[in-house]
């Protein structure tokens, strides 16, 4: 498995505690689990999955980073 960056897409995704680059970004076909799977360089512990779209799976990360961002701040 090769991850592949999200260099195309430019800017910035919004979460509440910080930003997250889209550069640190990264997506890859799973055979095992049949479906994209999208990691972030910058919140190693959070992954997402998803069976149809590799821009449903980057989503689906940023919305997991964006909850993880807001329970920290509701912790700390």
């Given at each position: 498995?090769?991850?592949?960056?999200?260099?195309?897409?430019?800017?910035?995704?919004?979460?509440?505690?910080?930003?997250?680059?889209?550069?640190?970004?990264?997506?890859?076909?799973?055979?095992?689990?049949?479906?994209?799977?999208?990691?972030?360089?910058?919140?190693?512990?959070?992954?997402?999955?998803?069976?149809?779209?590799?821009?449903?799976?980057?989503?689906?990360?940023?919305?997991?980073?964006?909850?993880s961002s807001r329970s920290a701040a509701i912790r700390?």
């Open positions: 498995m090769t991850a592949m960056p999200v260099s195309k897409i430019v800017g910035t995704a919004g979460a509440q505690g910080g930003d997250t680059p889209l550069s640190t970004l990264h997506v890859h076909w799973s055979a095992e689990l049949d479906a994209f799977v999208a990691l972030s360089s910058r919140h190693p512990g959070i992954a997402y999955h998803d069976h149809w779209s590799s821009l449903a799976a980057i989503e689906g990360l940023l919305e997991l980073i964006e909850q700390g």
